[in-house]
């Protein structure tokens, strides 16, 4: 029986979890700036302003057993136009594990409670 992932909202502890697969190219190929290489300081910066946006939503996802999995979010939310961008980043050494087919329901339930 498959255990249902733990979905949380992203804190700044978080960093060091996403500094796990941010600057691994075949994990990031698909993001915008993906020949970038991120600092902890650009993550901080990131998390930071994520934290704090209003058009934002991002969680950080863990096994039962507390381990990492990844990042998924809802970003640039349109709230008048109930539109936005679905993010998803499981760290490589998660692939292949079927947790997207869990943390995509799990994104898409908060998005249509909220």
């Known amino acids: ?63 039962p057993a507390g381990e990492y999995v990844g990042q998924a979010g809802i970003h640039q939310i349109a709230w008048e136009n109930k539109l936005g961008r679905l993010s998803l980043i499981i760290k490589r050494e998660q692939w292949g594990k079927g947790y997207a087919q869990q943390i995509v329901p799990m994104l898409l339930r908060h998005a249509f409670r909220s």
């Open 1 to 63: 029986m498959k255990h249902t992932l733990v979905m949380r909202p992203l804190t700044i502890k978080d960093v060091d979890h996403i500094m796990t697969w941010v600057n691994d190219p075949e994990v990031v190929k698909n993001l915008q700036h993906f020949n970038k290489r991120f600092t902890r300081a650009d993550e901080v910066a990131w998390a930071e302003r994520s934290i704090k946006s209003t058009h934002d939503a991002v969680f950080s996802f863990f096994t």
